[in-house]
Structure formats: structure tokens, C-alpha cells
């Protein structure tokens, strides 16, 4: 019976990623081939990059890459070859990716308006699976000093304790700030939740002397302005 998968010494010397991308440079890899040489090895059925390319496809909704920031240790487990290890590695990796990719945006980026603020994040947050609250730290010219992920989960106004909102704004040395949570829905709608969490960070930030600039909600390719609306 014909093997559907080879393994690295059974392909081409010109086609195993190691080689190619000696001669060739990394750019010329794939992402399946990429990921390869992070795994490093396969299993007897399988080479690292038949296992590359069945993490690539693992996610039901995410297909590529994209997929490959919302798989969990769980998903990585499954699949036969990736053990706890490796499944520790690559999400590691995807977190370096992360920060590689937050410390570039933070890069003298403006958020002076509502817009802004949606663009910058839209990407990033509207393919979440689970409501995430962000918040952006500004100096006085509007200029991000630091943008941090403060709660992951239903956001309750319970939940959303302005305390360490503002412990990091005081940390960071911010001028002001701006609040952002994504609705998995896709739809930015705020809700009575949304009004009551803005009101009390609204309340503290008086106090605090670091004032709430906006709470932007985030849908799929859309977003809704607290402040636009009039409620800051």
C-alpha cells in the first residue's frame, strides 16, 4: 500500500524545510513548513510536516494560521505526535507572535478618536470566541503608552473592578484612557451591562484623576462608541 505521508528523508533535499531554507531563506517557506521545523520531528506515519499541516487545519471555524491562535493544549493533545511538550511550545509560540505583533502596533500609534482606537484593535479582537476586556493607556498628546487584556470572561459589572484598571493607569503614568471589549456575538450592541461597567469606571476615574476617554465596544467589522452615543 502506498504511504500517504513521507517522511522528511523520503522528500526531495530541495523540498525538506530545513534545506530549503538554508539556500533559499526562511521567507520561502510555507506555513505548514514553518511550523514544521518548530515541531522538529514526527511520528512513524507521520513527518513534521504532515503534523504542521493537520494543526493548520485543526480549528473548525479558523483554517491557517488564523486557526492556530485559538487552538488550547486540549486541541493540540489530540493529535497523535503532539505530545505535552510540543503543545507547550507552540502555544508559547503563538504568545510570541502576540507580543511581537502588540509591541510593533504600540510603535507611535495615536488614538485620538473613536475610529482609531476600532481600527487598531478590530483585528485582534473581533474573531475572540470569549468576551475580552481591553484597555489602552494614553498619554496626554493621545499617544498608546501600553495596551493590556485586564479580564477574560462574561463581562459583569461584578466582575470589571475599576481597582486594577486604574492601579495600571497609574502605573503606566497615563493621561487618560480607553476601554474595549469585543461582543463574540458579533454584534456591538452595548448592552444595560455595558451603560452600568461605563458609569462606574466613569465614577472612579473622577476620583483617580485619570479620565475614561471611551468604552468602544467590538462586533465583526463593526463597533459602537460609548462616547458617540453620549454616554460619556
Known sequence: MKKNNFTMKEMPV???????????????????ELLAVIIK?????????????????LHPSFQGLVGLKHLTFEDLT????????????????VELAKRMARKTKEQSVYLRCPSEAADFFMEE?????TEHLYVAYLDASGRLL????????TIQSSIANPREILR????????????????????????????????RLMEASEIIGVPLMDHIIIGDNQYISLKERGCI
Open 78 to 93: 489530540r493529535i497523535k505526535g503532539i505530545g505535552r511538550i510540543k503543545a507547550v511550545q507552540l502555544l508559547c509560540l
Open 168 to 199: 495600571l493607569a497609574l502605573r503606566y503614568d497615563a493621561a487618560h484612557y480607553i476601554v474595549l471589549h469585543n461582543h463574540p456575538s458579533g454584534d456591538s450592541t452595548p448592552s444595560e451591562e455595558d451603560i452600568t461597567i461605563t458609569k
Open 125 to 129: 479582537m473581533r474573531n475572540l470566541e
Open 14 to 32: 530541495s523540498e525538506r524545510p530545513y534545506e530549503k531554507c538554508m539556500n533559499h531563506g526562511v521567507e520561502m517557506l510555507s506555513d505548514a
Open 146 to 153: 501600553r495596551y493590556q487584556v485586564v479580564f477574560i470572561g
Open 41 to 57: 520531528t514526527g511520528t512513524r506515519e507521520k513527518s513534521s510536516l504532515s503534523l504542521a499541516m493537520e494543526i493548520l487545519q
